[in-house]
């Protein structure tokens, strides 16, 4: 970690001032211009923080449009939202799938109904618990929003309603599927990035 790094986190962490800061930048050669840029942003940073707004700060050589995981189709939001949503499955170097999110899953001999057990003790980065009402509003917002991967895979592929309904007894969630592509819907739910209601 350079100098600067050092410095830039001291001054995020509250053990260095501003004054400090432009006065430690200048006599670590950094120029005036460079200074100020760093200033407003750590400006911009200290405002949100004191309103409640959590920011995530990314250096990326790539350019993101857009880290909804209900929308990113192409291959860096896919690979931000890898990093920042976790998914009921993931794919296996199998080609298949296995339980992420879900600690465990079953089919009903039809393939027509899926069972996904949550892991207890899950929480998204605002420490809330994630629940089975997550998956459910997950779900629902990718179909309400009509684009990205899982909703073509659901729309398209599929060929028929996904009915998504939470069991509280049984602290899991449960998928209903209208057709027999049960493969396809199982992959679906290896895409979609779960949020919770608070996202919008």
Known sequence: ??????????????????????????????????????????????????????????????????????????????????????????????????????????????????TFYLRKGVTFHSGREVTADDVVYSMQRVMAIGQGPAFDQLEHEIGGPVVIAVVEDFEDVRMLQAGDRSRLLLEAFAVVGLVGEEVG
């Open 1 to 114: 970690m350079s100098a600067l790094d050092h410095l830039l986190s001291a001054v995020a962490a509250g053990r260095v001032s501003r004054r400090d800061f432009v006065a430690r930048a200048a006599a670590l050669g950094i120029s005036a211009t460079a200074i100020a840029e760093m200033t407003r942003v750590l400006d911009a940073r200290a405002e949100a923080e004191a309103a409640g707004i959590n920011s995530l700060t990314l250096n990326a050589v790539q350019v993101f449009g857009n880290i909804d995981p209900a929308i990113g189709i192409d291959y860096t939001q896919n690979m931000a939202n890898i990093n920042f949503y976790d998914t009921l499955l993931t794919p296996t170097p199998a080609a298949s799938v296995t339980g992420r999110l879900a600690q465990s899953y079953t089919g009903s001999r039809d393939a027509r109904t899926f």
